[in-house]
Nanobody
């Protein structure tokens, strides 16, 4: 079992920045691919960014490329999402997720989820 706890959400004006953090409970954190997903009211949960367990290679949704950066610190069992140039359409609950055997960055592939953190971007 892996427990994930997100932090860093909040209210920010358009053009601003936030950094989300996700702390994992398991010492084998480095074995998991880690992803960030988001869900806006009335919409399905969608992939935002992910980072692989072995290569550390990252992937991003087209909507956030060039604005968001995912990183991980395996020594601290933590994954981060740096969000710059935020837009009102980035408003959503952001979830951290972990997968042991990942083939696609889709919600059904993720094994564990955090409780989510709200990000609200105002005009």
């Amino acid at each position: 079992q892996v427990q994930l706890v997100e932090s860093g959400g909040g209210l920010v004006q358009a053009g601003g920045s936030l950094r989300l953090s996700c702390a994992a409970s398991r010492r084998t954190f480095s074995s998991y691919s880690m992803g960030w997903f988001r869900q806006a009211p009335g919409k399905e949960r969608e992939f935002v960014a992910g980072i692989r367990e072995t290569t550390g290679s990252s992937a991003y949704a087209d909507s956030v490329k060039g604005r968001f950066t995912i990183s991980r610190d395996n020594a601290k069992n933590t994954v981060y999402l740096q969000m710059n140039s935020l837009k009102p359409e980035d408003t959503a609950v952001y979830y951290c997720a972990a997968a042991l055997f990942l083939t696609l960055w889709v919600p059904r592939q993720m094994d564990y989820w955090g409780q989510g953190t709200q990000v609200t971007v105002t005009v």
